[in-house]
């Protein structure tokens, strides 16, 4: 039997997102072999810490005034909250840029973290880029225009894809992996600009300081405690690549980031892409449903679990195997990361898409207890693998063990946040 699903439903935008840029990750997954041939482990090694720290620097770049767009009212409204995230992108940025300038300067880095020393206008350039997508991308949801934001996804990839594969080439080094990292995220939010401007122009009009100002106080809980909950679990995900950089060298560095681009990535696109339609949708029922809310959120793990159980059994069976098959034998160890790793990749397809539901209820302080509880149990597992001497492979097992369990435990607080709450409780979050 077919499955059909109405223009703007649910199930049409995760179609839409997820088919969208299915294709463009199967290019990309078709392209890495060559990538890897281009390039080394060590400059593989420093694309991996670029795209962590750029991680890191995205969840501040809006200071989660971005998440409200989605629980704004009217339009107008919602349009200079937009003004205000599009604001805040530029501020912040500006702010790093600033503090990136005066560490080259000031400080003399070893030679591994040149990826601040010598790149941090990539950086820069970089957090404005996937800042603006990020803050376009809320909006263009908002609008339910699903295919929009596939177009803009296959733009980012295509586009850094082209640049990294020529300038890989040229022999360009580090470099040119930095540089088509930051060319595909300028493309995608152009992609998306276009369509604001084209589809919404009207609205900007609207845009008010005053209105701007007046949302940045109503909203005040998203940078009090949305950002500081997001910011760590940001640096959670992306504080192992740079610990395996300082405790074990650029090779184990590189070995872990093709692990996680691999075997994390591809699945973290299709749970963005799930997690972007269950967010609109979540703000839809929330205003008109809420009782609906819980049996989305069972319905939309449920499935998720059971699409993730066959690439899990292959990690778990062949993935030292496949690694060094499709990569080169010098990536067989990526291969081992990737069987240690396997539960919690799992864990993180099921869980991922539903991570914003304690922020879209206005919830943000559990959130940040749950991500200081993550935080401080990975650095106090890592402090006790360094100082056993155990190696590298032993963090990535207790890398992967520690971030499945508390994957789950975030899932049932938030079933549980919806479970136990009254229609009419839910229904005034979006008031």
């Not at 790149?119 to 991308?137: D, K, P």
């Not at 733009?155 to 060319?183: E, K, N």
């Not at 405790?247 to 681009?261: E, S, Y």
């Not at 159980?309 to 778990?316: E, F, G, T």
């Amino acid at each position: 039997m077919k499955l059909r699903y109405a223009t703007g439903t649910f199930g049409h935008g995760v179609l839409t997102l997820a088919g969208g840029t299915a294709g463009i990750q199967g290019l990309y997954l078709v392209c890495l072999p060559i990538i890897t041939r281009l390039f080394t482990v060590q400059q593989m090694g420093d694309l991996t810490v670029f795209q962590s720290l750029l991680s890191v620097l995205l969840v501040v770049a809006a200071m989660r005034y971005e998440v409200a767009i989605y629980v704004s009212g009217e339009a107008e409204k919602a349009i200079n909250v937009l003004a205000l995230s599009v604001a805040a992108v530029f501020l912040t940025s500006g702010v790093v840029a600033l503090g990136f300038f005066a560490l080259s300067s000031l400080v003399d880095l070893p030679a591994q973290y040149a990826v601040v020393t010598h790149y941090w206008g990539l950086l820069w350039l970089g957090q404005i880029g996937a800042g603006l997508a990020l803050v376009l991308t809320q909006w263009t949801l908002r609008q339910r225009s699903f295919a929009t934001v596939a177009t803009a996804r296959v733009s980012q990839v295509f586009c850094q894809l082209v640049t990294q594969l020529l300038l890989g080439l040229t022999g360009m080094g580090s470099a040119g992996l930095l540089v088509g990292d930051v060319v595909g995220r300028l493309a995608g939010a152009g992609t998306l600009a276009l369509r604001l401007l084209r589809k919404d122009g009207h609205l900007l009009g609207a845009i008010r300081a005053g209105a701007m100002i007046r949302d940045a106080r109503a909203h005040v809980g998203y940078p009090l405690y949305s950002t500081p909950a997001a910011l760590l679990n940001t640096v959670t995900l992306q504080l192992p690549p740079i610990l395996f950089l300082f405790m074990f060298g650029q090779h184990v560095a590189g070995w872990f980031g093709l692990m996680i681009r691999v075997c994390s990535a591809p699945m973290m696109l299709i749970g963005k892409s799930v997690s972007d339609a269950y967010a609109s949708e979540f703000s839809r029922l929330l205003r008109d449903d809420p009782a609906a809310l819980t049996p989305l959120f069972i319905r939309t793990f449920r499935k998720l679990a059971l699409l993730g159980l066959a690439p899990l059994s292959v990690m778990l069976i062949a993935g030292p195997w496949l690694f060094g098959l499709v990569f080169g034998t010098e990536w067989t160890e990526a291969g081992f990361y990737a069987r240690f790793a396997a539960l919690y990749t799992f864990a993180e397809f099921c869980c991922f898409p539903l991570f914003l539901t304690p922020s879209l209820l206005k919830r943000q302080r559990v959130q940040l207890a749950w991500d200081a509880v993550l935080i401080t149990a990975l650095l106090a597992g890592f402090w006790a693998v360094w100082s056993l001497g155990l190696g590298p492979r032993a963090a990535v097992l207790y890398y992967g063990l520690c971030f499945a369990l508390m994957y789950f435990v975030h899932v049932w607080i938030s079933f549980s946040m919806l479970s136990l709450a009254h229609p009419a409780d839910l229904r005034a979050v979006a008031s």
